[in-house]
């Protein structure tokens, strides 16, 4: 079974302009949940998204948005990129949401950068 | 206040030896699960070992395992017969099944795991 694949691998942006990055999940798998890694603030959550729908946020500013499709794949956007966002973004993907004990599969993730 | 804290920023352990990497949780939640994750240096997250709250015995994985003590509040993950491959950062995460995470995973700072020839 493929594994979780994120598009593009690596990224390089210049601030102001925005950006779309893309997971496709574990077939079968309906949730999608995106992480932002940096040295400084380690790995946080950004969002969740089960069956089209987005069911958790952490606390990022609006500038993060994402959606989910019919197909489960997911994308996530970046508007008016600042420095800051320079990260790596980790996508993954899980047959459940909410409570319990699965696991979540990630993917390699971009690697972003902002000039 | 830190939810999961990794007190160990890096270690170095000799190859064929056992080694230790050190995690504390923090929750109010009766239910929870905690998760140990290897990232090595390409980037992808990958999933060793889980433990419930209620489960009543350490989790183990082949040459992983977790020592789970949950009046300390601790799940320390023990990596026997360290392999040169096994060298990257370790990561311990909690999922908590009441709280306002709603089931995202919390992550700690990470362990970085160096094994020496």
């Known amino acids: 079974k493929a594994g979780v694949t994120q598009t593009p691998r690596y990224l390089i942006k210049t601030r102001g302009q925005q950006v779309t990055l893309s997971c496709s999940p574990i077939?079968?798998?309906?949730?999608v949940s995106w992480y932002q890694q940096t040295p400084g603030q380690g790995l946080q959550f950004l969002f969740e998204?089960?069956?089209?729908?987005?069911?958790n946020k952490g606390n990022f500013p609006g500038r993060f948005s994402g959606r989910q499709f019919s197909n489960s794949r997911s994308e996530m956007n970046v508007s008016t990129l600042e420095l800051g966002d320079s990260a790596l973004y980790l996508c993954?993907?899980?047959?459940?949401?909410?409570?319990?004990?699965?696991?979540?599969?990630f993917g390699p993730g971009t690697r972003l950068t902002v000039t | 206040a830190q939810k999961i804290t990794q007190t160990q920023p890096g270690m170095f352990v000799q190859e064929k030896e056992a080694v230790t990497l050190d995690c504390t949780y923090d929750?109010?939640?009766?239910?929870?699960?905690l998760f140990w994750y290897k990232q090595p240096s390409s980037g992808e997250m990958i999933f060793l070992i889980y433990?419930?709250?209620?489960?009543?015995q350490n989790a183990t994985e082949g040459r992983y395992s977790l020592n789970f003590q949950k009046a300390r509040k601790s799940a320390n993950l023990v990596i026997s017969a360290s392999q040169l491959g096994d060298s990257a950062m370790y990561f311990c995460?909690?999922?908590?099944?009441?709280?306002?995470?709603?089931?995202?995973?919390?992550f700690g700072k990470g362990t970085k795991l160096s094994v020496k020839p």
């Open positions: 993954a993907s899980s047959l459940w949401s909410g409570q319990g004990s699965y696991e979540q599969y």
């Open positions: 077939s079968g798998h309906r949730s």
């Open positions: 998204y089960f069956s089209e729908t987005q069911r």
């Open positions: 929750t109010s939640d009766p239910s929870y699960g």
């Open positions: 433990q419930g709250s209620y489960d009543q």
């Open positions: 995460a909690m999922r908590e099944n009441y709280g306002g995470s709603q089931g995202n995973l919390i």
